[in-house]
């Protein structure tokens, strides 16, 4: 099993582009998450998705769009980016019995 | 979800016992206290997580209080490859939920 997995790795876009972010999980869970985090701060939740086809906003959801493709894939797009949409951001899944996430290895992004 | 309450920073001397506390006063019945760490600026990895009996694993153990107001988590051998951020969370067992992760604890282990 790869878990879960992000790309790019690192990013850097002009303001005002736009980008999307791809996750992908091989362990069949139902839901899964989109979450950023800045220097020195916790991770806040931007998006999650308790199961395929439902979408639901976290505590930071501007700015962003998701979509939830299928049962693995969970995307977050970002339409027109701005320097404050420069940060750290990780895609999670949650296990099916016990309920812990996992997460994927990040994406960089920098915006300019 | 419960608030959690954690020291922002502890050391630890390599090779002793690192306890990390965590207080989680309005906690309910049907949460849990779920532990995971970040290494550096890799994705956070789930430790071990509980409902109010002592849990231990082959990472750590996690004591609970009877009143379930705080927990502690701990790493019975502190390796220089501990060092990372611990967060603790309380949630239920719902499939999806709303976790949130403050700023949790930075341990640093000491040579």
């Known amino acids: 099993n790869a878990g879960v997995t992000q790309t790019p790795k690192f990013q850097v876009l002009k303001t005002g582009q736009s980008m999307t972010l791809q996750c992908a999980q091989d362990m069949n869970h139902n839901s899964m998450y989109w979450y950023r985090q800045d220097p020195g701060m916790g991770l806040r939740l931007i998006y999650y998705s308790a199961s395929e086809g439902t979408t639901d906003k976290g505590e930071v959801p501007n700015g962003y769009n998701v979509s939830r493709l299928n049962k693995r894939e969970f995307s977050l797009r970002l339409e027109s980016a701005a320097p404050s949409q420069t940060s750290v951001y990780f895609c999670a899944s949650t296990g099916l019995r016990t309920y812990e996430q996992y997460f994927g290895p990040g994406t960089r992004l920098t915006v300019t | 979800d419960a608030k959690t309450t954690q020291p922002p920073s502890m050391d630890c001397a390599e090779g002793r016992a690192a306890n990390l506390p965590c207080n989680h006063s309005?906690?309910?019945?049907?949460?849990?206290v779920y532990w995971y760490r970040q290494i550096h600026s890799q994705g956070p990895q789930y430790i071990i997580h509980g409902l109010k009996n002592n849990e231990t694993n082959e990472m750590a153990s996690l004591i609970i209080t009877e009143d379930r107001k705080s927990s502690t988590l701990i790493l019975p051998h502190a390796t220089l490859r501990d060092t990372a951020v611990y967060y603790c969370?309380?949630?239920?067992?719902?499939?999806?939920?709303?976790?949130?992760f403050g700023i949790g604890t930075k341990l640093q282990v000491i040579p």
């Open positions: 309005t906690i309910s019945g049907n949460e849990y």
């Open positions: 969370i309380v949630r239920d067992s719902g499939g999806y939920q709303k976790v949130t």
